[in-house]
């Protein structure tokens, strides 16, 4: 299995200590960010469902091909390893689960990435949390609010997704670990970056895109030309049509256009699902050569040995439902937001999100949403 060097540099426009805070980029007008009052409904995260597509795809491929051909598979897979030790995981907390019997439920920490080039540990445009409760028979995937405000240790109060830029995934976990109490001790990360060339291998994906999206994205379109060093492929027109990878990875990084970041999600979410189709709707012979292109996206701490069995267990048991949930949920953080020192940030009830989160993870209760703060 291939090991990739996690290298950060001082010299990125990325943090590296508590003084170089990242800020959000201006717009064409000189404006730092919409204010979003309006919050969108949580919407399925298709990010989650391209790893998870990827392992099931790789199983089912397994199981008709023997064991020597995951692993060979598996080992297009990057991997990272992290100190187990230095997660913040609370004893108490593990030894609590166990007298209750709840200790077989596996969290494990998923990152979307969206890096400029291969050295920089990159913020996560997505967190989330995979919850795998395979005696129950089922997965719950968890997203928190990226701009959560959140305890960052060695950088004092920072936005969540910070934590992944200052530290790489270790320092992320940690982080989820120690503002939400959870128990975490692996990742999966998957580098958007990546996603240009299964989007071209699988001959583009359609979106619709707004008139007033296709100059802001063609400026992307220049950017990522530079870095491949290659022509720029651009948009030439509004409406639905069929993107290239490069077209739909800048589409993808679309931020100053209507509702700022919330509307970024919602472009990655589209290009994702229509990638996601384009993955459904393929022939069984086309698996394996999808496989192969979607794995190099994905890092993770976890072993071959363990994702083998990981799948195993998913299959064996037949799990199948998946639940998703967003935390913190609605009426527990201020809406629309608050700047601290000139900086955006989403402050929340930590007390209520932890009970809700562990209760959703652990008792199976679905949150309630507060209708006042």
Known sequence: MSTRMDKYHSTDKRPTNRNTKPRPRPSSNGARRPNPKKR?????NPTARII????ALLFLLGLGGG????????????TEKINKANLGVDDDLNARLKSLGKDNIINIALFGLDKTNEEERGRSDATMVLSIDA?????????????????????????????HAFGGPELAIKTINKNFNLNITDFVSVDFAHMQKVIDALGGVEIDVK????KIANQYVVELAKLGRTDPDYIDK???????GM????????????NGDFERTDRQRRVLEALFDKIKNAGPTEFPKIVSDLLPMVTTSLSSTDIMKLGSDLLLKGVTNLEQERFPVDGDYVDGGKTINGVWYLPFDEKATKDKLHKYIFEDIKPSITTSN
Request: a positive charge; glycine letters at 6%; aromatic letters at 6%.
């Open 40 to 44: 969108r409904r949580k919407k399925k």
């Open 52 to 55: 998870l597509l990827s392992l």
């Open 67 to 78: 064991a020597y051909y995951v692993v060979n598979l598996l080992g297009k897979v990057n």
């Open 135 to 163: 005696d129950n028979k089922k997965i719950r995937l968890i997203s928190l609010m990226r701009d959560s405000y959140v305890s960052i240790d060695g950088h004092g109060k920072d936005k969540l997704n910070h934590a």
């Open 211 to 214: 008139p007033e999206e296709v």
């Open 238 to 244: 509004a409406g639905k049509q069929t993107l290239s």
């Open 247 to 258: 077209q739909a990875l800048s589409y993808t990084r679309i931020r100053y256009v209507g």
